[in-house]
């Protein structure tokens, strides 16, 4: 009985991070899919995406998409399967990334 608890507990802790998850990228997906729908908006971009082929672009645009639909089901299984150990060093790693992000965002930004 108590690890039918446990494991339905850790479902839906996985289905809330999913969730959360699925927020958190919901803009990012909604700007992928409109680049993926809307091949005009190719001049948008300069360098490599502007030179790519029509269906180099559609196809790069497309495969984002997919890559962030996935993302939360992705961790929701992550979150449901992994130990609380290993989430909190998941976690941390994650927290660093996003403290590199920002800072380097400000470093070339405003140089």
């Known amino acids: 009985m108590s690890s039918t608890v446990h494991t339905s507990k850790s479902g839906l802790w996985g ?12 803009f990012p997906l909604s700007a992928a899919l409109s680049f993926a729908t809307h091949p005009a908006t190719q001049a948008l971009f ?7 082929s029509q269906f180099g672009y559609t196809l790069f645009w497309w495969v984002l998409v997919a890559m962030i639909v996935a993302l939360p089901f992705l961790v929701g299984f992550g979150v449901a399967k992994l ?5 909190t060093i998941a976690g941390a790693i994650v927290a660093v990334f996003v403290i590199l992000i920002l800072v380097l965002g400000q470093l070339f930004v405003f140089i």
């Open 83 to 87: 130990s609380a150990k290993t989430l």
């Open 46 to 52: 300069g360098g490599r995406l502007e030179e790519a």
């Open 15 to 26: 289905a809330f991070a999913g969730i959360i998850t699925l927020a958190l990228v919901a």
